[in-house]
């Protein structure tokens, strides 16, 4: 009996390993099959020119590989929804636009195109991206230690409590981009105009995000605190603030894409560098080509920071909120 209970199990559990190898197979193949085509395709002379495809190709082939390399690793949760997404968009531009000439191709350029201004333009995005990153990290840096610091005093102290909760909530949901113009005439450079900007648009949020954190804690946790008879700095910066950490993490994966619609928009407005100034300065001159190509930096260095908040959140923070 016992011997046949555990040929049953052997059976299923190979049955379940043919079945999960099968699917990696299967996944690879669907991936490999629309990657070859959009790569092929690129090299099909179409009525719209694109001289080159080199880095399209490239691009087309990392797409390719990293799906592969996550259809290995994950095996039965990876699915190739997303890859399959890709590469259909840009299949269908690729045929619409470049090989039957539909559409404008100043307004829809060949993605080939688009793709090789990665390379030709490669230290003036390379100068973009590090500009905008410092504006960046300045005005949230700023925000973030502002907001949090000075939400968790007002969040503590009831009479403070009661006084700037409603001005913040008055002032938090003004845009940004209504008082840039007049930070860009007040502050002396446009880059301490657009840290500004950022500080500000980033300061109410969080600061009110931090008062209505401090008034969720688990009150048994205070309650603890106060029968130790700690002082209000202990409670504020040994309690209260650890307690927070996790969420304030979490936050800012939201907040990245918030952070960088106001830094593009306010870069759009006079700036002399940046991703925003790269966008606004192709875009008057028509080069979509150009612009296509900043929207994708941005994408990809948004993704970037994404995965980059990720992993501190998971190698930093050891610990959750109860």
Known sequence: MTDARTLNSLETHGS???????????????VTLFAGTVITLSFIKGKV??????VYVAIMGLIWLYHIAK??????????????????L??????????????????????????????????FIAD???????????????????????????GWVKRLNNDFTPIAKVLSPVPPMVYT????????????????????????????????????????????????NVSTPTMLFK???????????????????TIFMILI???MIGATSGLGFFIKKYSDYADYARVLAGIFVVGAVITILNVLLDIAEKKLIKWKAI
């Open 16 to 30: 379940e390993k043919t079945y999960s190898v099968g699917k990696i197979i299967l996944n690879i193949a669907v």
């Open 49 to 54: 020119s694109a001289p080159k495809n080199t």
């Open 71 to 88: 259809a290995v690793i994950k095996k039965e949760e990876y699915h190739p929804d997303i890859a399959v997404l890709i590469y259909s």
């Open 90 to 123: 840009f299949l269908i531009w690729d045929i619409s636009f470049r090989i039957l000439g539909n559409g404008n191709p100043v307004l829809s350029p060949p993605m080939e195109n688009v793709f090789e201004v990665f390379l030709k333009d490669s230290e």
């Open 128 to 154: 973009g991206i590090g500009h905008s990153l410092m504006i960046l990290v300045t005005g949230f840096s700023i925000a973030l230690i502002s907001g949090n610091i000075l939400g968790m005093i007002v």
């Open 181 to 228: 113009p007049y930070l860009i005439a007040l502050m002396p450079t446009f880059t301490s105009a657009s840290i500004a900007v950022i500080g500000i648009g980033m300061f109410w949020p969080i600061f009110l995000g931090m008062i209505n954190r401090v008034g969720s804690i688990n009150g048994r946790l205070i309650d603890s605190a106060k029968a130790m």
């Open 239 to 257: 309690v209260i603030l650890p307690y927070s950490i996790p969420s304030i993490v979490g936050n800012l994966k939201i907040q990245i894409s």
């Open 265 to 267: 928009m306010a870069e």
